[in-house]
C-alpha cells in the first residue's frame, strides 16, 4: 500500500500577510517621511535585536503571566527567549547598559518588526512594522509635548489633512488615582479594568460595562472575565470616561496621584500653546494597554472611516501613540533615568492610507530582451548593458520557453516594452522594439514571429544607437 504523503498549507497563520511590490513601496515611502522628521527635530537612529531575554522585555503586555502569553517564545537552555513585542523594552534595555556613555536625554529612534501574539483584526497583524521615537533620561513635559507634535507632523508628511486625525492625551495618573479613590486595590482587577476602557473604541461604553461587571462575550463566541466591580463603581468610572476636558476632569476626584495627573495634562498644553499646536484633544478613555506606563500617556486616532476585509465601513481608531515610562529603565538599574516615547504601526497607517488613494504607484517593469536564438547573446548582452547603463531597467528573458511564452512573459510582468533581435538585426546593428502596454490582447492571438510582424502598430526597427532615446520619449 502506497503511504499517503501529506502536503505543507499554503494559507498563512492568522494574522500575518504576504506583502507584494506596490504596498512596500508605499511603504517604504512612508518610511522616508518619518525619517526626514526624526532628522529634523535632532533624533538618533538604533537598531536593537528581534529577540530578547523574555525576562529583559518583562511581562507588560495586557495577558496571562506565562512567557507563551502574549508574545512569542521559546527556551533556549535555561533562559526563555522572545520575539520583541515592541520596541521601547529592547530600548531600556539598551539604555539601562550604555547608561555612563549616553548623553541624557537620549534621543532615538528606530523603525523595526515587533510581533504580538494576539487575536488579530482589521489592520491588527501578529507580525508588524513599527516606528518609535523616545526620549530616554529626561522628566521634562516639553519632551512629551513634541512627541505629539512630532506624530502629527509625520501624519501630515504622509498625506492626511489635520482634520483627518486627532492626538487625544490623557494621563495613567488618572486613572491610578481614580481607582485608587474607588478602593480598587486588587491587582487584578485594576489590570482588568484598565484593559476595558482602553478597549472603547472596539466595544464602546456598553461593552466597557461589561468588562468592568461580570465579563463579556465578544461576536466570535469568545469570553473576556469582568473585573467584578460594585455598581457605584462602575458608575463612577464611566462618568469619568464621559468627561471633554481638563474641568470635566477636575470634577471626578480630588485624590492627589489624580491631581497630578491633572497638573501634567496643564503643563502639557501650556507647551502646546508655544509651539501653535491645535491638533490635540484631551480625552481620559486613553489608557494604553502597555502596563510601565506611570505618566501622560497619547494616541494618534484616525478620523475618517475604512472598510474592513469584508467591504464594510469601521471606525479605525488608533494607529499609534505612547507615553511616560520613567520605571523601565531602572528595571535594569537600580538609577532613575525617566523617559517618554510615541509608537506608530505602520502597517497599519499603510492599511488606512491605501484606502484613501492619495499614492500613485507606477511599477517599474523592466524592458524585456527576448531570446530568439542563443547565438545572438552577444547581441543581446550588448543591448542589456546599454540599457542599464542608462538606468532603464532591463533583463534578458533567463526561462526556456519559445516565442510565445516569452511574451505572455513580459504580459504578467507588466512590461512596456520587449526587443526583438534576429539575424536580420543583429547583422545590421538594428533592433525591434514593441510597445507592450496593448500586448495582453496581441500575445493571445500570436503564434509566430510572422504573426508579430503583421500586426498594427505592433513595432518598429530603429538603429540600437536610437534606443535610449525611443524608450525615454
Known amino acids: 500500500m502506497n503511504k499517503k504523503i501529506s502536503k505543507p498549507p499554503i494559507d498563512l497563520p492568522s494574522g500575518f500577510i504576504d506583502r507584494k511590490e506596490k504596498e512596500l513601496v508605499i511603504r517604504d515611502f512612508l518610511i522616508r517621511q518619518i525619517k526626514e522628521v526624526m532628522t ?13 531575554y523574555t525576562e529583559s522585555l518583562g511581562k507588560f503586555l495586557p495577558d496571562k503571566d506565562r512567557p507563551s502569553e502574549g508574545v512569542f517564545s521559546f527556551e533556549d537552555g535555561k533562559k526563555w527567549l522572545s520575539l520583541r513585542y515592541d520596541l521601547t523594552a529592547p530600548l531600556a534595555r539598551f539604555s539601562a547598559k550604555n ?34 521615537a523616545d526620549y530616554v533620561g529626561t522628566n521634562n513635559l516639553l519632551a512629551d509635548s513634541e512627541l505629539c507634535v512630532l506624530i502629527s507632523e509625520i501624519l501630515l508628511k504622509c498625506g492626511l489633512t489635520e482634520k483627518e486625525f486627532n492626538i487625544k492625551i490623557s494621563n495613567r495618573k488618572l ?7 474607588l478602593d480598587i486595590v486588587d491587582q487584578d482587577q485594576q489590570g482588568i479594568s484598565l484593559r476595558a476602557i482602553d478597549k472603547l473604541d472596539r466595544v464602546g461604553l456598553d461593552g466597557i460595562k461589561d468588562l468592568l461587571d461580570k465579563g463579556r462575550k465578544d461576536k466570535s463566541g469568545d469570553f473576556t472575565d469582568g473585573a467584578n466591580l460594585e455598581a457605584s463603581k462602575i458608575e463612577k468610572i464611566i462618568n469619568f470616561l464621559n468627561c471633554k476636558g481638563i474641568e470635566d476632569l477636575k470634577k471626578i476626584s ?10 501634567e495634562l496643564e503643563n502639557i498644553c501650556e507647551y502646546f500653546k508655544l509651539f501653535d499646536f491645535k491638533s490635540f484633544k484631551i480625552d481620559p478613555t486613553v489608557v494604553r494597554g502597555l502596563e510601565y506606563y506611570t505618566g501622560p500617556i497619547f494616541e ?29 529603565v531602572k528595571r535594569f538599574k537600580n538609577q532613575d533615568c525617566p523617559a517618554t516615547g510615541i509608537s506608530i504601526g505602520l502597517d497599519r497607517l499603510l492599511y488606512a492610507l491605501s484606502q484613501k488613494d492619495i499614492f500613485s504607484f507606477k511599477q517599474k517593469s523592466p524592458v524585456l530582451i527576448c531570446v530568439l536564438d542563443e547565438n545572438y547573446n ?18 534578458i528573458y533567463t526561462g526556456s520557453s519559445g516565442f510565445k511564452a516569452q511574451l505572455k512573459y513580459a504580459d504578467k510582468r507588466n512590461c ?17 522594439l514593441k510597445n507592450l502596454e496593448i500586448g495582453s490582447k496581441i500575445s493571445e492571438e500570436i503564434e ?26
Open 40 to 52: 529634523k527635530y535632532g533624533f538618533e537612529f538604533l537598531e536593537t535585536p528581534s529577540f530578547e
Open 99 to 132: 547608561f555612563d556613555s549616553l548623553p541624557r536625554p537620549f534621543k532615538r529612534y528606530q523603525v523595526g518588526t515587533v510581533w504580538r501574539n494576539e487575536k488579530p483584526g482589521p489592520g491588527r497583524f501578529r507580525e508588524f512594522l513599527q516606528f518609535d
Open 175 to 181: 486613572s491610578k488615582g481614580l481607582l485608587e479613590d
Open 254 to 263: 480630588q485624590n492627589k496621584i489624580y491631581n497630578e495627573g491633572i497638573a
Open 300 to 328: 494618534a486616532e484616525l478620523t475618517f472611516k475604512v472598510k474592513n476585509d469584508k467591504g464594510l465601513d469601521i471606525e479605525f481608531g488608533s494607529i499609534g501613540g505612547g507615553g511616560r515610562y520613567d520605571d523601565l
Open 378 to 395: 552577444d547581441y543581446y548582452f550588448k543591448i542589456l548593458n546599454l540599457l542599464r547603463s542608462n538606468n532603464i531597467n532591463a533583463e
Open 416 to 432: 512596456k516594452y520587449a526587443i526583438l533581435c534576429g539575424e536580420d538585426e543583429v547583422a545590421k546593428e538594428l533592433i525591434t
Open 448 to 473: 509566430s514571429r510572422e504573426d508579430w510582424t503583421q500586426a498594427k502598430d505592433a513595432q518598429k526597427t530603429i538603429p540600437l544607437t536610437n534606443l535610449i532615446e525611443e524608450i525615454k520619449k
